[in-house]
């Protein structure tokens, strides 16, 4: 079995300063798991389904734990526990 910090972590979230208070949490807590960031539930859903920019599916690996802002997701996107 892989070491746990070798699991991705799918950050969804449009907001920069957001973004850097998770990775300061999660540095300041040990944790050393990989975190892909996506801007938005599009974005996502692209990452998830290894669409456009993310279909290298060695560096981007399906997440063990995806953290979404509410606000990431755009009205007419299908939300992403929905696409797989």
């Known amino acids: 079995m ?3 910090s070798l699991f991705t972590i799918l950050h969804v979230e449009d907001s920069e300063e957001d973004v850097f208070f998770l990775q300061y949490a999660f540095k300041r807590a ?3 798991n990989p975190v892909q960031i ?3 539930g599009q974005e996502a859903i692209d990452y998830l389904s290894h669409q456009g920019a993310y279909t290298d599916r060695e560096r981007y690996r399906l997440p063990v734990l995806m953290l979404s802002s509410l606000g990431a ?3 007419s996107a ?3 526990r929905h696409c797989c």
């Open 2 to 4: 892989k070491p746990l």
């Open 30 to 32: 040990g944790i050393a």
């Open 78 to 80: 299908v939300p992403p």
């Open 73 to 75: 997701a755009p009205s």
């Open 38 to 40: 996506a801007r938005d």
